[in-house]
């Protein structure tokens, strides 16, 4: 067990609507990564927060938005959903600002019908 | 663009043998490589990871060899175990963004290690 908690383990929905992917890091972590995992594309980077504040964005779309609350849990905002964006979408969490050593959740299965 | 290309996609091992998965980089200035590992149902383990001053990195069955000039480093898993069957990300990081930035990853190999 990581330590890092995802919920919910399974989402389907339709095109068009909206959800809420939430993640807890692990006790003491202050950043948190999301990912999106798909066959195609394999595990690519979306956003990054630590301790509250943006500290990076990859290939996130402008439907999809993310914020880290002061309890640091964050949540993964993905709205005007479509086919494609059926995926795994995983959280990380580090100590620190550093991509190194991350620790992944067991992820959120999202279907869009 | 993939900037860190893996091979090979799937790969079947005799229990016992020796598991390589290969991985080539484009960015130069990639200073820290590690792989991860991926049990089904699971999010991604960190494995074992390297960073370009050492040629080779070992951890028990677990071996990292990097070669800088040819942007090129894989995983060798030695006396494979079923229990190895999983799947294998590498993956690299870009100190540009003070490690803030998310992990390049590979595609990812599938290994079955058969009994």
């Known amino acids: 067990d990581s330590g890092v908690t995802q919920t919910p383990k399974h989402l389907i929905t339709a095109t068009g609507q909206r959800v809420t992917l939430r993640c807890s890091p692990r006790?003491?972590?202050?950043?948190v990564y999301w990912y999106q995992q798909s066959l195609d594309q394999g595990l690519q980077f979306l956003i990054h927060?630590?301790?509250?504040?943006?500290?990076a964005k990859g290939n996130i779309l402008e439907r999809f938005s993310a914020q880290q609350f002061p309890d640091l849990h964050s949540e993964l905002n993905l709205s005007s959903l479509e086919l494609g964006d059926s995926a795994l979408y995983f959280c990380?969490?580090?100590?620190?600002?550093?991509?190194?050593?991350?620790?992944f959740g067991s992820g959120t299965q999202l279907s869009v019908l | 663009q993939q900037q860190v290309k893996q091979s090979p996609q799937s790969l079947i091992v005799q229990k016992g043998g020796i598991s390589i998965i290969n991985c080539a980089y484009e960015?130069?200035?990639?200073?820290?490589f590690p792989w991860y590992q991926q049990f089904p149902g699971k999010g991604p383990a960190l494995l074992i990871a390297?960073?370009?001053?050492?040629s080779e990195k070992k951890e028990g069955r677990f071996t990292i060899s990097f070669n800088k000039s040819a942007k090129q480093f894989s995983l060798h898993i030695m006396d494979s175990q079923p229990g190895d069957s999983a799947t294998y990300f590498c993956?690299?990081?870009?100190?540009?963004?003070?490690?803030?930035?998310?992990?390049?990853f590979g595609k990812g190999t599938h290994l079955i290690i058969q009994p």
């Open positions: 390297i960073r370009p001053d050492v």
């Open positions: 006790s003491g972590d202050l950043s």
């Open positions: 993956a690299a990081s870009d100190p540009a963004g003070g490690g803030a930035d998310g992990l390049t």
């Open positions: 990380a969490s580090s100590v620190g600002t550093s991509n190194e050593k991350l620790f």
């Open positions: 927060y630590y301790n509250g504040e943006e500290r």
């Open positions: 960015n130069t200035a990639f200073d820290y």
